[in-house]
């Protein structure tokens, strides 16, 4: 059967806005059925959770190409509750999704403030000088290490790549929706990095192992061997426990920059006052 000609096809007007993106289930690893119909809307936050090689990134692949039951997963992607013309999955200019990966790395050899130049006249943006202050600045609100405009991208390091990275995507992409693998381990401002993204009102899915990311999600999707097996709404008693979370997470922040920063730490740790 030919999904594409059961499925309506989205007017040409709604080209550039996402108004929601709905995930159709496939099938797990053994074929068995995935039973899913989930909607997201902008200013979303899913979490993706399951143990290592559960199918996370596969998720994430599958709503990255716009999946029409052409990966192994069978899944489908819908925006606006429709199948995408075929000229968004495969565009090469001016992408739909914007995928922030575990690891990054530069092979061009541009300044910080070069390469945002470059992507802001790619976009035809005005003000391109501001945006680009703008853009550098929120990555410093998100990287402990400072990221200056005269800095090679290539000597940029892993937290100041990615925090680079989701400043640039919140203000300088087009792109709605933004899928995350992993940025726990990035030495970034994970919650500063979410609430950049939801003030931009971006469709966010993220794969994570951290307890603060999965609890700050409006949504978790559980997977379990290829499939999604279950769709947590994050509750009030949740909320709660986040805040508690954050506050230990916050005190570690503060003993991590206490080491950097060569200081020893011999006293008591009192946590009962975090």
């Known amino acids: 059967m030919n999904i594409a000609v059961t499925t309506p096809q989205p007017k040409p007007d709604t080209e550039t806005v996402v108004r929601s993106l709905t995930i159709l289930g496939g099938r797990d690893k053994t074929g068995n059925p995935e039973k899913l119909d ?4 902008p200013g979303d936050v899913l979490c993706l959770v399951g143990p290592t090689g559960s199918g996370k990134s596969c998720l994430l692949a599958d709503i990255e190409c716009l999946a ?19 000229t968004w999955r495969y565009a090469t200019g001016r992408k739909m999704i914007a995928q922030i990966s575990q690891t990054m790395s530069f092979v061009v050899d541009l300044t910080v403030a070069a390469f945002l130049e470059l992507h802001a006249d790619c976009r035809h943006l005005e003000n391109q000088a ?13 990287c402990g290490e400072p990221v200056k405009a005269g800095m090679a991208l290539a000597q940029l390091s892993g937290g100041q790549s990615r925090a ?9 992409s087009a792109s709605p929706i933004v899928l995350i693998d992993e940025i726990e381990n990035a030495g970034i ?14 469709i966010v899915l993220i794969s994570t192992h951290d307890p603060i990311l999965a609890l700050a999600g409006k949504k978790r999707l559980v997977i379990k061997n290829g499939a999604v097996t279950d769709v947590i709404e994050t509750s009030f008693a949740e909320i709660r426990n986040l805040a ?17 920063g060569g200081e020893r730490i011999e006293s008591p740790l009192d946590w009962g006052c975090v």
């Open 68 to 86: 029409q039951g052409d990966t192994p997963s069978g899944r489908r992607i819908l925006i606006n509750g429709a199948v995408p013309p075929l």
């Open 244 to 260: 508690v979370l954050q506050r230990y997470d916050y005190a570690l922040g503060a003993l991590r920059h206490r080491l950097r």
């Open 164 to 172: 680079l990275m989701i400043a640039d995507t919140a203000v300088l």
């Open 189 to 202: 401002d994970r919650k500063r990095s979410l609430d950049l993204l939801i003030a931009n009102e971006k």
């Open 38 to 41: 989930l909607k997201v809307e």
């Open 130 to 142: 501001q945006i680009v202050r703008q853009t550098i600045t929120c990555a410093n609100q998100l």
